[in-house]
């Protein structure tokens, strides 16, 4: 099977897409509706699959945080991936909600999230990569994880 144009991209950054887990909870990783992908929430995950945990403005610092969200990226890709058979299939992104697992005084919340948000920008261009998006800020998040990030995509 040949690369996808998405795989090269991500390759020529040096990047690669950690094997999707099976979900722990009651829940799909992916949805197809229409033309739209509802993506679960993806937790920050390195590649070996090991998560990126801490509290950003106590445990992690603000490029930590956009490393951890730029890891939850590349497993909603992942999961992407497993789901449509490549990413080539992805039109462009609709929406993204950044959850951070932060102090309650923290205020970098979307600098944290651009870390997915710029990727997305590198893979599909500004007109398709830049969807709508929340950022906020949560008190916990499941595992003690830094970021956890959803999404819906339009697919071809």
């Given amino acids: 099977m040949s690369k996808s144009s998405i795989d090269q991209k991500l ?7 950690p094997s999707p887990k099976p979900s722990p909870g009651i829940y ?3 949805l197809t509706v ?9 937790v920050s995950m390195n590649t070996d ?5 801490g509290k950003l403005g106590k445990d992690l610092s603000d ?12 497993a909603i890709l992942g999961s992407l991936k497993n789901h449509l058979g490549s990413l080539d299939k992805v039109k462009r992104v609709i929406k993204l909600l950044g959850m951070v697992n932060a102090i ?11 870390g997915c948000s710029e ?3 590198q893979l599909w261009g500004e ?7 929340s950022a906020v800020g949560m008190g916990s998040l499941p595992g003690n994880v830094a970021v956890e990030i959803e999404g819906i995509f339009e697919i071809e």
């Fill in 11 to 17: 390759e020529s950054f040096g990047l690669s897409l």
């Fill in 119 to 121: 990727l997305y920008v």
């Fill in 127 to 133: 007109e398709n990569g830049k969807g709508v998006r």
């Fill in 28 to 30: 799909k990783p992916c």
């Fill in 63 to 74: 490029e930590q945080g956009k490393k951890a969200a730029l890891q939850c990226g590349l």
């Fill in 104 to 114: 309650p005084d923290f205020r970098n919340h979307p600098q944290v999230i651009n």
């Fill in 34 to 42: 229409g033309s739209m992908v509802y993506v679960s929430g993806h």
């Fill in 49 to 53: 699959g090991s998560y990126i945990n």
